[in-house]
């Protein structure tokens, strides 16, 4: 099956500097790639997701980045703020072309901490 | 929020006993899906349902079995509880989209079960 990695285990940035979280996946079958935020207590919420036919994804201050060829992806967040203090977890999954899908494997999570 | 939602929100059994978490949904979704959540292990897949009556095991399936008889409904039942099984139990659904092409739509997540089996 499917095994994701994901680091770091904890990141701590200043305030307005940039965050960069990595994973790689093993299956080279995966095609979606989807990042989750959560905070304490809360759901995981998606944050942004990437498909495999595109390299580069961006939203406001928030991108992802896939290399297939490497079978890893990047979250990039950019001029961080106190709210992007959470747990991001990055996912790989099959999505079949029929319109199934296997269930997300999970990264174990990073903490960001976005120092004042 | 995505119309999921998860009873009872916190539980606390003793081992041995049979328990059965609810999901439920409104968004007539075709995929549900049950992972647990544990520190250092992130989120994990239990076991995820593609219509009704029709299920499938996931990474952490041992110990637990799942039914849904209408699509609005994913239940969870840990046969007999054990320790081992005190985690934040997520709730999470799909849908099948066609555009060109058949695609599902990213997983959206209930609030989750806190469950402590002592």
């Known amino acids: 099956g499917e095994n994701v990695e994901q680091h770091p285990s904890t990141l701590s940035v200043q305030e307005g500097d940039s965050a960069v979280i990595k994973c790689t996946y093993s299956d080279s079958a995966s095609n979606y790639f989807p990042w989750y935020k959560q905070e304490l207590g809360k759901r995981p919420q998606l944050i942004i997701d990437?498909?495999?036919?595109?390299g580069e994804k961006k939203d406001q201050r928030i991108a992802v980045t896939l290399n297939k060829t490497a079978k890893h992806f990047s979250l990039h967040i950019t001029e961080t703020q106190p709210e992007d203090s959470a747990v991001y977890f990055c996912?790989?999954?099959?999505?079949?072309?029929?319109?199934?899908?296997?269930?997300?494997?999970f990264g174990k999570g990073t903490h960001l901490i976005i120092q004042p | 929020d995505a119309g999921i939602t998860q009873s009872p929100r916190h539980k606390v059994t003793e081992t041995g006993t049979p328990v059965t978490l609810r999901c439920h949904q409104t968004e007539n979704h075709r995929y549900m899906y049950w992972y647990r959540q544990d520190p250092g292990h992130g989120l994990r897949l239990i076991h995820y349902?593609?219509?009704?009556?029709?299920?499938d095991k996931g990474e952490v399936s041992d110990g637990y079995s799942v039914s849904r008889s209408k699509t609005e409904d994913f239940l969870l039942t840990l046969e007999s509880a054990t320790s081992s099984q005190t985690s934040v139990y997520f709730c999470?659904?799909?849908?099948?989209?066609?555009?060109?092409?058949?695609?599902?739509?990213?997983?959206?997540f209930g609030n989750g079960t806190r469950l402590t089996v002592t």
């Open positions: 999470a659904i799909s849908a099948v989209y066609t555009i060109d092409t058949f695609y599902n739509s990213p997983l959206h």
């Open positions: 990437i498909r495999s036919n595109v």
């Open positions: 996912a790989a999954s099959l999505m079949y072309s029929g319109g199934g899908a296997d269930g997300l494997t």
């Open positions: 349902s593609y219509g009704v009556k029709d299920t």
